[in-house]
């Protein structure tokens, strides 16, 4: 499986936007970039994903660099309810056990009042 | 609630007894998967179910055993369990194994062998 890079750990401030940075150099033409978030004492949710273009949705946006090496999970304004861990996952576009999510350490998001 | 149910929520067992732990989606959702979270883990991928067949076991020790009965129910049936085994184990449901959908998890059962 192709493998990402998080940083473990970041701080943000309530009602500020937070960049979320993920390293995927190894990346194939087919791999989608997901990005999944798991609040405390829950399961994880999917946030977005993308495959070249930029992406947005009502959680988040997802900024992928022109060459796919890396991408940047984009919450424009962090409330408290978005403090969890958040997981980059390169997945193949196809069925099969390569399709599957494969989950690494992700980055512990604080958000402080 | 995701829409993918869980039970029981937490769960207390020796390593002689037998349980099992369940899942239910009714998301009309086609693939549904079993993972492992122990403490400072990553998740670990354990099964993969799509139509009913299973499709992966990932190395699984044999004292878990999977059931998939229909679409919508999966079961992990545990007997002879270490204390190593304990950890909050996660189902996941997606449309199929494409998943283009996103995978629908459900809240775990946290699990403790004692």
């Known amino acids: 499986d192709a493998k990402t890079t998080q940083p473990n750990s970041m701080e943000s401030n309530e009602e500020e936007p937070v960049h979320l940075p993920c390293n995927h150099s190894?990346?194939?033409?087919?791999?989608?970039i997901h990005w999944y978030r798991q609040l405390p004492s829950q399961g994880p949710e999917y946030v977005i994903h993308?495959?070249?273009s930029n992406v947005n949705n009502r959680m988040a946006s997802l900024a992928i660099a022109e060459d796919r090496k890396s991408s940047t999970l984009i919450l424009h304004r962090a409330t408290l309810r978005d403090a969890a861990v958040y997981y980059c996952?390169?997945?193949?576009?196809?069925?099969?056990?390569?399709?599957?999510?494969?989950f690494g350490k992700g980055t512990k998001l604080s958000v402080k009042p | 609630e995701t829409g993918v149910t869980q039970t029981p929520r937490h769960l207390v067992m020796g390593m002689t007894n037998k349980k099992s732990l369940k899942c239910e989606q009714h998301?009309?959702?086609?693939?549904m998967y079993w993972y492992k979270q122990s403490a400072k883990k990553p998740l670990e991928l354990m099964f993969v179910?799509?139509?009913?067949?299973?499709?992966e076991n990932n190395s699984v020790p044999s004292r878990f055993s999977p059931e998939c009965p229909n679409s919508s129910h999966l079961f992990l049936h545990l007997h002879t369990l270490q204390p190593e085994d304990s950890a909050l184990y996660l189902c996941?449901?997606?449309?199929?194994?494409?998943?283009?959908?996103?995978?629908?998890f459900g809240s775990g059962t946290r699990l403790t062998v004692v």
């Open positions: 996941a449901s997606s449309q199929d194994l494409q998943g283009a959908g996103g995978y629908t």
């Open positions: 190894t990346i194939s033409g087919t791999d989608y």
């Open positions: 993308g495959l070249t």
């Open positions: 996952i390169l997945r193949l576009n196809y069925g099969g056990s390569q399709g599957n999510l494969i």
């Open positions: 998301l009309g959702h086609n693939a």
């Open positions: 179910y799509n139509f009913k067949e299973q499709t």
